[in-house]
């Protein structure tokens, strides 16, 4: 069964950067997309950015220039750079994954302060 697990979000001041780390277990191939979503509170759940198995990525328009994700299917893990953040990046950060159906981690917070 395949689990994924989110770590690294905190709470951060406006400006600053973070670095999400989402591990996966239970999966013998790679995934066709390996990515992040968010929900902000009192807001539905968004992409945020995701890498397909080739090495394309989609970001959301607001991140773009300052998010960056990046995947190791050698250990099974899908990372997001996050620079310059804005209060309004504050949510919870899923881990996402596809190989045939989708598969979540249980989020990880990350606050921005301003």
Do not use: H
């Amino acid at each position: 069964q395949v689990q994924l697990v989110e770590s690294g979000g905190r709470l951060v001041q406006a400006g600053g950067s973070l670095r999400l780390a989402c591990a996966a277990s239970g999966s013998n191939f790679a995934f066709k997309l390996f990515g992040w979503y968010r929900q902000a509170p009192g807001k539905q759940r968004e992409l945020v950015a995701v890498v397909a198995y080739g090495g394309s990525t989609t970001y959301t328009d607001s991140v773009k220039g300052r998010f960056t994700v990046s995947r190791d299917d050698t250990r099974d893990m899908v990372y997001l750079q996050m620079n310059s953040l804005k209060v309004e990046d504050t949510g919870i950060y899923y881990c996402y994954a596809q190989r045939g159906e989708d598969y979540w981690g249980q989020g990880t917070p990350v606050t921005v302060s301003s």
